[in-house]
């Protein structure tokens, strides 16, 4: 056999379409997919399910995905019973699909890391979840001192770019849902914590577009986020850069960061409507 006829025989689909499109995706996660998979079976669960009832229907042997449960169970997103059966934990539960969460991180990764090497800093996602709102996909600065971020970081509602940006664009009612799950903390001395004063800033955000996290959750940090648009009616993900202030330059040269931002939450949202 061939070389190139081996390669094409790797390549062969084994569930379709969706799987051709994951094997030549070099950022394609097969763990985190399959813990996706977990969580989208157990929120359409009327009731808990036990390990092996949960092995088949993700095609995974039991030991694997009892790692994976583990992992979810001590990340908080699922909850085990005493008869060792699993059911999602409610306070976890995003408002995307978790097949659409997926997605989302497909499309959304390889944008951020084109804005990460173009400006040389980090990038995240953030994504809203009933109660709070959770990094979902990080790309870091090479540089050596850079801004941080994780993946499954609570993200402040009121005072980083990523949670005013989804903050902003929700109802009164889910608003101030979230502002109260986490609280009005004040992190550092510039974080907006007057009720009245958020809601100009949440205000301010909705008309020019984006948000600025000028020193309100880390001291010397500065973040600019921008809203993902990937439903028609809710704001439901957002991205954000995030640099050391020092590095970011004088106010006057912002405005080239945050069209980075801008041009990259567009692009995210146009090949997902695409």
């Not at 969580?39 to 039991?62: D, M």
């Not at 699922?78 to 008869?83: Q, R, Y």
């Amino acid at each position: 056999m061939r070389k190139s006829e081996a390669k094409a025989k790797r390549k062969a689909p084994t569930d379709g379409a969706a799987q051709v499109e994951q094997d030549e995706d070099r950022y394609f996660s097969r763990a985190v997919s399959k813990a996706l998979e977990v969580l989208e079976i157990l929120k359409r669960s009327p009731k808990p399910q036990a390990l092996h009832q949960l092995a088949p229907q993700v095609a995974l042997t039991k030991s694997s995905l009892f790692r994976i449960l583990h992992t979810l169970e001590t990340s908080g997103y699922v909850e085990k019973s005493a008869e060792g059966r699993y059911v999602m934990s409610v306070d976890r539960q995003a408002l995307i699909p978790t097949s659409m969460l997926s997605r989302l991180l497909r499309v959304a990764t390889p944008h951020l890391r084109e804005l990460t090497r173009e400006f040389g800093e980090s990038t995240a996602l953030g994504v809203l979840f009933e109660n709070h709102i959770e990094t979902m996909a990080v790309v870091e600065s090479p540089q050596v001192i850079r801004m941080g971020n994780t993946v499954g970081r609570i993200l402040q509602p009121h005072a980083s770019s990523i949670g005013k940006s989804i903050t902003a664009f929700q109802t009164e009612e889910r608003r101030e849902h979230l502002l109260r799950s986490y609280g009005i903390l004040r992190m550092t001395p510039q974080t907006i914590i007057d009720e009245q004063a958020l809601v100009e800033e949440f205000r301010s955000i909705r008309e020019r577009g984006y948000s600025v996290d000028d020193e309100e959750t880390t001291a010397g940090g500065l973040c600019f986020g921008c809203a993902v648009s990937i439903s028609e009616d809710e704001v439901l993900a957002a991205i954000s850069m995030s640099m050391p202030k020092a590095r970011a330059g004088a106010a006057e040269t912002h405005q080239r960061l945050i069209e980075g931002v801008v041009r990259t939450a567009r692009a995210i949202s146009a090949e997902w409507s695409g």
